[in-house]
């Protein structure tokens, strides 16, 4: 039994020495394609390890759109804008009133020319000092408040903030030019109860302004303040408000 059990094995174990013996070739050509075989399920994974190679097409219109948006405004802008603009405004003639009742005025407001017009209660002729200060502060609080917007630290840009700073040039811009000769002008008066002239004023409030504009103008942070890129490639340059 032990006999018979042994002579297949020795058999086999032959056959089998047999085999290895005479094919080295086909056992080679086995082990190289296990060796292979993990290289080429390696080459057909799925591509996602590797980015696709995007369309110079469909690159561009994605430029494009992320341009657009970098210069798009942010949602309501333009009002924000506007409310710092009027904000400016009203602070200049709260400083007017505020001021003739600090030196004993009696502020009224009128009608000047379809314009609206607060009046001092002050006689210029007689208390030409407390008319000064009445008719200088609208213009001092503008300028003192774009100056703090642009000197105290903080995140700067915004659109409620740009109107503000927009509001105080816009208006100095006017007293300085068209508006420095007219009958309830502020540089007229301050140039009428002062030793200043109506040149002195438009250089000190003018300079201002000026600085002022130049100082936005070099902050990154008021990006397109004045003039903004056309977001149609090739267009030039926006300039001013757009109303619609």
Do not use: C
Request: zero cysteines; aromatic letters at 8%.
């Amino acid at each position: 039994m032990i006999h018979s059990l042994t002579t297949p094995m020795q058999s086999g174990f032959t056959d089998k020495s047999l085999f290895m013996g005479h094919s080295p070739p086909f056992v080679a050509i086995a082990f190289a394609a296990l060796i292979a075989l993990p290289t080429s399920l390696r080459a057909q994974e799925p591509a996602a390890r590797t980015p696709a190679a995007i369309p110079a097409s469909l690159a561009q219109d994605s430029t494009r759109a992320d341009t657009a948006r970098e210069q798009g405004r942010p949602r309501h802008y333009w009002k924000k804008f506007a409310a710092g603009f009027a904000s400016s405004i009203l602070a200049h003639e709260g400083a007017h009133i505020v001021t003739a009742y600090a030196v004993g005025g009696h502020p009224t407001i009128g009608i000047n020319k379809g314009r609206p017009t607060v009046y001092s209660g002050i006689s210029a002729k007689l208390q030409p000092h407390k008319q000064f200060l009445f008719s200088s502060m609208g213009l001092n609080v503008q300028a003192a408040l774009d100056e703090g917007i642009l000197d105290v630290p903080h995140r700067r840009g915004a659109p409620f903030e740009r109107g503000v700073l927009a509001g105080g040039i816009a208006t100095a811009l006017f007293y300085v030019t068209i508006g420095r000769t007219a009958s309830v002008s502020d540089v007229d008066f301050m140039a009428r109860t002062s030793s200043l002239s109506k040149t002195d004023i438009t250089i000190i409030y003018g300079g201002l302004a000026a600085l002022h504009a130049f100082r936005i103008h070099k902050d990154e942070r008021y990006a397109d303040f004045f003039v903004r890129p056309d977001v149609n490639a090739g267009k030039g340059l926006k300039v001013g408000v757009n109303i619609q």
